[in-house]
Protein backbone atom coordinates (compact mmCIF):
# COMPACT_ATOMS: atom_id res chain seq x y z
CA UNK A 1 0.00 0.00 0.00
CA UNK A 2 1.46 3.28 -1.31
CA UNK A 3 0.57 6.86 -0.08
CA UNK A 4 -0.29 9.81 -2.22
CA UNK A 5 3.13 12.20 -2.60
CA UNK A 6 1.63 15.62 -3.08
CA UNK A 7 3.14 19.12 -4.44
CA UNK A 8 2.27 21.43 -2.10
CA UNK A 9 2.66 25.28 -4.18
CA UNK A 10 3.07 27.99 -2.18
CA UNK A 11 1.46 26.93 1.48
CA UNK A 12 2.69 28.88 3.76
CA UNK A 13 2.62 32.94 5.23
CA UNK A 14 5.41 33.67 2.70
CA UNK A 15 7.29 32.26 -0.26
CA UNK A 16 9.91 29.78 0.34
CA UNK A 17 12.99 28.93 -2.15
CA UNK A 18 12.25 25.05 -2.01
CA UNK A 19 10.19 22.56 -3.99
CA UNK A 20 8.19 20.72 -1.02
CA UNK A 21 6.10 17.88 -1.38
CA UNK A 22 4.10 16.32 1.60
CA UNK A 23 3.99 12.12 1.63
CA UNK A 24 0.49 11.45 2.16
CA UNK A 25 0.82 8.53 5.14
CA UNK A 26 -1.97 10.05 6.92
CA UNK A 27 -4.37 8.80 4.06
CA UNK A 28 -2.65 4.97 4.62
CA UNK A 29 -5.82 3.96 6.45
CA UNK A 30 -8.64 5.72 7.52
CA UNK A 31 -7.84 4.90 11.42
CA UNK A 32 -4.63 3.36 11.22
CA UNK A 33 -2.86 6.47 9.40
CA UNK A 34 0.28 7.43 8.89
CA UNK A 35 4.11 5.96 10.62
CA UNK A 36 1.80 4.08 12.85
CA UNK A 37 0.16 1.97 9.91
CA UNK A 38 4.17 1.51 8.87
CA UNK A 39 4.99 0.39 12.63
CA UNK A 40 2.18 -2.35 13.33
CA UNK A 41 2.30 -3.56 9.84
CA UNK A 42 5.15 -6.45 10.59
CA UNK A 43 4.17 -6.67 13.91
CA UNK A 44 0.60 -7.83 13.50
CA UNK A 45 2.44 -10.35 10.56
CA UNK A 46 4.70 -11.33 13.27
CA UNK A 47 1.92 -11.74 16.12
CA UNK A 48 -0.26 -13.96 13.75
CA UNK A 49 2.79 -15.84 12.97
CA UNK A 50 3.67 -16.58 16.65
CA UNK A 51 -0.03 -17.34 16.90
CA UNK A 52 -1.19 -14.37 19.62
CA UNK A 53 -4.59 -13.41 19.35
CA UNK A 54 -3.90 -10.44 21.46
CA UNK A 55 -1.87 -7.40 21.27
CA UNK A 56 -0.74 -5.54 24.49
CA UNK A 57 0.79 -2.30 24.33
CA UNK A 58 1.25 0.99 26.45
CA UNK A 59 0.54 5.09 26.12
CA UNK A 60 -0.71 7.67 27.96
CA UNK A 61 -3.87 9.11 27.46
CA UNK A 62 -3.71 10.89 24.16
CA UNK A 63 -1.66 8.21 22.14
CA UNK A 64 -1.83 7.90 18.82
CA UNK A 65 -0.19 4.84 19.15
CA UNK A 66 -3.13 3.25 21.67
CA UNK A 67 -5.71 4.69 18.87
CA UNK A 68 -3.97 3.32 16.18
CA UNK A 69 -3.18 -0.26 17.96
CA UNK A 70 -7.17 -0.44 19.02
CA UNK A 71 -8.49 0.07 15.92
CA UNK A 72 -6.06 -2.44 14.05
CA UNK A 73 -7.08 -5.07 16.54
CA UNK A 74 -10.39 -4.29 15.53
CA UNK A 75 -10.03 -4.40 12.11
CA UNK A 76 -7.49 -7.62 11.80
CA UNK A 77 -9.11 -9.74 14.80
CA UNK A 78 -6.94 -9.13 17.18
CA UNK A 79 -7.98 -8.56 21.07
CA UNK A 80 -6.45 -5.51 22.43
CA UNK A 81 -5.44 -4.19 25.55
CA UNK A 82 -3.95 -0.86 26.84
CA UNK A 83 -1.63 0.16 29.65
CA UNK A 84 -2.73 3.47 30.07
CA UNK A 85 0.04 6.14 31.89
CA UNK A 86 -2.25 7.51 34.80
CA UNK A 87 -4.17 5.39 37.12
CA UNK A 88 -6.03 8.87 38.26
CA UNK A 89 -7.55 8.33 34.99
CA UNK A 90 -9.84 5.00 35.66
CA UNK A 91 -13.02 7.06 37.28
CA UNK A 92 -12.34 9.78 35.08
CA UNK A 93 -14.49 10.61 31.55
CA UNK A 94 -12.51 9.73 29.05
CA UNK A 95 -10.87 11.68 26.23
CA UNK A 96 -11.65 11.25 22.58
CA UNK A 97 -8.74 9.27 22.34
CA UNK A 98 -9.19 6.53 24.94
CA UNK A 99 -13.31 6.44 24.11
CA UNK A 100 -11.86 5.52 20.44
CA UNK A 101 -10.42 3.05 21.79
CA UNK A 102 -12.77 1.39 24.58
CA UNK A 103 -15.08 2.08 21.08
CA UNK A 104 -12.67 -0.26 19.10
CA UNK A 105 -12.62 -3.02 22.03
CA UNK A 106 -9.60 -2.18 23.68
CA UNK A 107 -9.48 -3.36 27.07
CA UNK A 108 -7.71 -0.70 29.11
CA UNK A 109 -5.87 -0.92 31.91
CA UNK A 110 -4.86 2.12 34.04
CA UNK A 111 -1.60 2.31 36.20
CA UNK A 112 0.14 4.56 38.10
CA UNK A 113 2.72 6.36 36.81
CA UNK A 114 5.25 4.92 39.35
CA UNK A 115 4.16 1.33 37.44
CA UNK A 116 4.21 3.16 34.18
CA UNK A 117 7.54 3.60 34.90
CA UNK A 118 8.41 0.23 34.46
CA UNK A 119 7.16 -0.56 31.44
CA UNK A 120 10.07 -2.02 29.64
CA UNK A 121 10.84 -4.32 32.87
CA UNK A 122 10.01 -8.35 32.11
CA UNK A 123 8.70 -8.90 36.00
CA UNK A 124 6.14 -6.22 34.46
CA UNK A 125 4.84 -7.53 31.46
CA UNK A 126 5.03 -10.98 33.11
CA UNK A 127 2.23 -9.49 35.83
CA UNK A 128 0.34 -8.11 32.81
CA UNK A 129 0.07 -11.94 31.20
CA UNK A 130 -0.76 -12.76 34.02
CA UNK A 131 -3.78 -10.61 34.84
CA UNK A 132 -4.73 -10.91 30.79
CA UNK A 133 -3.33 -14.48 29.16
CA UNK A 134 -0.88 -14.67 26.61
CA UNK A 135 -0.16 -11.52 24.15
CA UNK A 136 1.83 -10.27 21.79
CA UNK A 137 3.36 -6.92 23.87
CA UNK A 138 4.06 -3.63 21.82
CA UNK A 139 6.32 -1.17 23.34
CA UNK A 140 5.23 2.45 23.79
CA UNK A 141 5.15 4.37 20.87
CA UNK A 142 5.04 1.06 18.60
CA UNK A 143 9.01 1.44 17.79
CA UNK A 144 11.24 -2.02 17.64
CA UNK A 145 13.09 -3.51 14.93
CA UNK A 146 9.86 -4.43 12.98
CA UNK A 147 8.37 -1.00 13.36
CA UNK A 148 11.80 0.31 11.90
CA UNK A 149 11.34 -2.51 9.17
CA UNK A 150 7.97 -0.74 7.92
CA UNK A 151 9.14 2.40 8.35
CA UNK A 152 12.20 1.95 6.13
CA UNK A 153 9.83 1.40 3.23
CA UNK A 154 9.09 4.78 2.78
CA UNK A 155 12.27 5.99 1.15
CA UNK A 156 12.34 3.68 -1.82
CA UNK A 157 8.45 3.99 -2.26
CA UNK A 158 8.73 8.30 -2.30
CA UNK A 159 12.41 7.65 -5.17
CA UNK A 160 9.80 5.85 -6.91
CA UNK A 161 6.68 8.09 -7.46
CA UNK A 162 9.25 11.27 -7.46
CA UNK A 163 11.78 9.39 -10.33
CA UNK A 164 14.13 11.12 -8.26
CA UNK A 165 16.51 11.54 -5.02
CA UNK A 166 14.88 14.10 -3.18
CA UNK A 167 17.85 16.46 -1.31
CA UNK A 168 15.59 15.89 2.20
CA UNK A 169 13.39 13.94 3.60
CA UNK A 170 11.86 15.58 6.83
CA UNK A 171 9.05 13.72 9.56
CA UNK A 172 8.45 14.70 13.56
CA UNK A 173 10.66 12.28 15.49
CA UNK A 174 8.37 11.00 19.27
CA UNK A 175 10.32 7.36 19.60
CA UNK A 176 12.22 7.69 16.58
CA UNK A 177 11.16 4.81 15.00
CA UNK A 178 10.13 7.09 11.60
CA UNK A 179 13.02 8.81 11.42
CA UNK A 180 15.38 5.69 11.97
CA UNK A 181 13.79 3.98 9.14
CA UNK A 182 14.00 7.02 6.99
CA UNK A 183 17.72 7.62 8.31
CA UNK A 184 18.54 3.74 7.44
CA UNK A 185 17.34 3.02 4.02
CA UNK A 186 18.05 6.90 2.42
CA UNK A 187 20.94 7.04 -0.38
CA UNK A 188 23.71 8.93 1.35
CA UNK A 189 23.49 11.99 -0.52
CA UNK A 190 19.60 12.17 0.93
CA UNK A 191 19.19 14.30 4.23
CA UNK A 192 17.34 13.00 6.48
CA UNK A 193 15.62 15.94 9.33
CA UNK A 194 13.71 15.05 12.06
CA UNK A 195 11.95 17.32 14.14
CA UNK A 196 11.90 16.36 17.92
CA UNK A 197 8.17 17.20 19.45
CA UNK A 198 9.68 16.32 22.86
CA UNK A 199 12.25 18.44 24.81
CA UNK A 200 15.44 16.88 25.29
CA UNK A 201 15.89 16.76 28.42
CA UNK A 202 12.74 14.11 28.29
CA UNK A 203 15.28 11.43 27.32
CA UNK A 204 12.50 9.50 25.66
CA UNK A 205 12.84 11.04 22.08
CA UNK A 206 16.38 9.67 21.73
CA UNK A 207 15.61 5.92 23.10
CA UNK A 208 15.76 4.21 19.53
CA UNK A 209 17.80 7.31 17.31
CA UNK A 210 20.90 4.95 18.46
CA UNK A 211 20.05 2.39 15.48
CA UNK A 212 20.46 5.24 13.07
CA UNK A 213 24.13 6.24 14.23
CA UNK A 214 25.30 4.08 11.41
CA UNK A 215 24.80 6.20 9.33
CA UNK A 216 25.24 9.71 11.41
CA UNK A 217 25.92 12.35 8.32
CA UNK A 218 22.44 11.31 6.95
CA UNK A 219 20.49 12.32 10.00
CA UNK A 220 19.98 15.77 11.53
CA UNK A 221 17.86 15.92 14.80
CA UNK A 222 16.37 19.52 15.40
CA UNK A 223 15.37 19.80 18.87
CA UNK A 224 14.17 23.50 18.94
CA UNK A 225 10.68 22.95 17.45
CA UNK A 226 8.55 21.06 20.58
CA UNK A 227 6.29 24.35 21.38
CA UNK A 228 7.33 23.14 24.98
CA UNK A 229 7.10 19.67 25.12
CA UNK A 230 5.15 16.64 23.94
CA UNK A 231 1.40 17.49 22.84
CA UNK A 232 2.08 21.01 24.18
CA UNK A 233 1.31 23.98 21.79
CA UNK A 234 1.23 27.77 21.68
CA UNK A 235 -1.01 30.60 19.77
CA UNK A 236 1.96 30.68 17.17
CA UNK A 237 1.97 27.14 16.14
CA UNK A 238 -2.09 27.43 16.57
CA UNK A 239 -1.95 30.29 13.67
CA UNK A 240 0.50 29.01 11.57
CA UNK A 241 -1.87 25.32 11.39
CA UNK A 242 -4.88 27.55 10.34
CA UNK A 243 -3.06 29.25 7.51
CA UNK A 244 -1.51 26.56 6.33
CA UNK A 245 -4.62 24.41 6.17
CA UNK A 246 -6.72 27.64 4.62
CA UNK A 247 -4.14 27.94 2.10
CA UNK A 248 -4.04 24.06 0.77
CA UNK A 249 -6.99 22.62 2.51
CA UNK A 250 -5.11 20.00 3.86
CA UNK A 251 -5.40 19.10 7.93
CA UNK A 252 -2.44 18.88 9.90
CA UNK A 253 -2.43 18.08 13.98
CA UNK A 254 -0.53 20.09 16.60
CA UNK A 255 1.50 17.20 17.97
CA UNK A 256 3.64 16.23 15.09
CA UNK A 257 2.89 17.03 11.71
CA UNK A 258 2.27 20.73 12.19
CA UNK A 259 5.35 21.36 13.94
CA UNK A 260 8.00 19.92 11.68
CA UNK A 261 5.48 21.91 8.85
CA UNK A 262 6.29 24.94 11.30
CA UNK A 263 10.40 23.79 11.09
CA UNK A 264 10.42 23.45 7.58
CA UNK A 265 8.68 27.00 6.73
CA UNK A 266 11.64 28.33 10.02
CA UNK A 267 14.35 26.79 8.46
CA UNK A 268 13.56 27.61 4.46
CA UNK A 269 12.92 31.40 5.66
CA UNK A 270 16.32 31.48 7.11
CA UNK A 271 18.20 30.23 4.33
CA UNK A 272 18.66 26.81 5.52
CA UNK A 273 17.93 24.57 2.58
CA UNK A 274 19.57 25.34 -1.19
CA UNK A 275 17.34 27.39 -3.55
CA UNK A 276 15.57 24.96 -5.49
CA UNK A 277 16.12 22.26 -2.97
CA UNK A 278 13.23 19.57 -3.26
CA UNK A 279 12.23 18.38 0.13
CA UNK A 280 9.58 15.91 1.29
CA UNK A 281 7.28 16.04 4.51
CA UNK A 282 6.20 13.17 5.79
CA UNK A 283 2.38 13.60 7.54
CA UNK A 284 2.75 10.76 10.13
CA UNK A 285 -1.02 10.98 10.47
CA UNK A 286 -2.58 11.63 14.09
CA UNK A 287 -5.70 13.74 13.20
CA UNK A 288 -7.74 12.10 15.77
CA UNK A 289 -5.58 13.98 18.08
CA UNK A 290 -6.63 17.48 16.51
CA UNK A 291 -7.36 20.35 19.23
CA UNK A 292 -10.05 21.71 19.73
CA UNK A 293 -8.95 24.76 18.96
CA UNK A 294 -8.30 23.32 15.16
CA UNK A 295 -10.85 20.92 14.90
CA UNK A 296 -13.59 23.88 15.55
CA UNK A 297 -12.40 25.27 12.20
CA UNK A 298 -13.52 22.20 9.94
CA UNK A 299 -16.72 23.43 7.63
Same mark, same amino acid.
Given at each position: ??????????????????????????????????? %??? %????????????????????????????????????? =??????? /? *???????????? %???????????????????????????????? #????? +????? #???????????????????????????????????????? &? *?????????????? $???? *?????????????? /???? %???????????? =?????? &???? #?????????????? #????????????? $??????? +???????? *? /??????????????? &?????
Amino acid at each position: MHSLLQSLDNPFPESINIRLLLKRDDLLHPHISGN %KWR %KLKYNLLAARQQGFDTLLTFGGAYSNHLYATAAAGQA =FGFRTIG /V *VRGDELAQAPRN %KTLQACEDYGMTLHFVSRADYRKKQEEAFWAD #LIAQF +GSCYI #LPEGGTNELAIQGTAEIIPELIAQLGAIPDYVCCPVGTGG &T *VAGLALSAPERMQV $IGFV *VLKADSGFAFQIIR /VAES %KPTNLTLLPDYH =FGGYAR &TTPQ #LIEFIRAFERKTGL #LLDQVYTGKMLFG $IYDLARR +GYFSEGAT *V /VAIHTGGLQGRSDEL &TMLIP
